[in-house]
């Protein structure tokens, strides 16, 4: 069992839930005053996505990310930075001819899907470890071993530290070659995403499989989707983790109440201290990941 247990929250994340919650942030000031929100009700660690202010949709506009890293660094508000490095993976293909590409589709380099990350040098950014059929009907998400290798490379060059996103087994063994190979600098950081159709279910032994595949000693945390949220954070300090929730993942505080993101954290530290756990404050999480320090 974990008992000193970092608490990520992802803020907002690209998916089409902005017309399912009034709670879910879509400007830049939005996400940026929902992050501080959740990092005085206990969160660690905050997850960033951005997103087209006057669509609502996911968006890789480095000035998007830039104003809310700013807004949440000069607040008076303490807490570590991860964006996602996910966004550029997107392909939808045409069932019927899939040498054509569909609206939605946007596909990019693994380098090109960092420069906010080279720009704004946050503490954290992620890597998603593999590509992944996502969900029903033809969204492909592309994250090739060339494209990782490339992308864990420009990110190690930048000191960033690395979160690799675990979708499924394979994406797990994937990611230990990266540590292997030295692409992916110490403390290694494991985030096992569960429940993403048609990923790793959200199934307890399956967590506590890939749990036991983990290297000695990693820097683990998990998640899982909608009203697995909750359980899944017990789940994950039993078995030595740490824990993620936020409105990227889960819209509800309970059956019929929407939540924020600083109602999820007040939960989620609710759950860890009950179990005889505690959260860490952000500098113990910059320990646990030995962060460098940022002028």
Not at 14 to 25: I, M
Not at 67 to 92: F, K, P
Not at 208 to 222: D, H, I
């Amino acid at each position: 069992m974990n008992r000193n247990v970092m608490i990520t929250c992802a803020l907002t994340g690209a998916g089409d839930t902005v017309g399912r919650s009034e709670h879910v942030p879509v400007t830049p000031e939005q996400i940026a005053e929902s992050g501080i929100a959740a990092a005085l009700a206990g969160a660690t660690i905050v997850h960033i996505h951005v997103r087209d202010p006057e669509t609502g949709k996911g968006s890789r506009n480095v000035a998007y990310y830039r104003e809310v890293v700013e807004r949440i660094r000069a607040s008076d508000v303490d807490v570590i930075v991860n964006t996602t490095a996910g966004m550029g993976g997107d392909l939808v293909l045409d069932p019927h001819d899939p040498t054509t590409f569909l609206e939605g589709t946007d596909l990019v380099s693994g380098v090109d899907r960092l420069p906010h990350v080279e720009e704004l040098l946050p503490d954290i950014c992620t890597l998603d470890c593999g590509s992944l059929n996502f969900g029903e009907g033809s969204l492909v998400y592309v994250s090739t071993p060339d494209m990782l290798r490339e992308g864990a490379k420009k990110i190690q060059e930048l000191g960033v530290r690395c979160e690799m996103e675990i979708f499924d087994t394979g994406h797990l063994w994937f990611a230990k070659q990266l540590v292997e190979e030295g692409l992916i600098d110490a403390p290694a950081m494991y985030q096992l995403c569960m429940g993403i159709p048609y990923g790793a279910p959200a199934d307890p032994g399956t967590l506590a499989a890939m749990v036991n595949q983990l290297p000695e000693g990693a820097v683990w945390a998990s998640f899982a989707l909608g009203p697995m949220q909750m359980p899944w954070v017990a789940q994950s300090i039993l078995l030595g983790g740490h824990v993620r929730v936020g409105l990227e993942d889960n819209l509800y505080l309970r059956k019929g109440v929407k939540a924020t993101n600083a109602q999820l954290v007040e939960q989620a530290r609710t759950i860890v201290e009950a179990m005889g756990a505690r959260v860490a404050t952000p500098d113990e999480g910059r320990e646990i990941l030995q962060l460098k320090a940022r002028s």
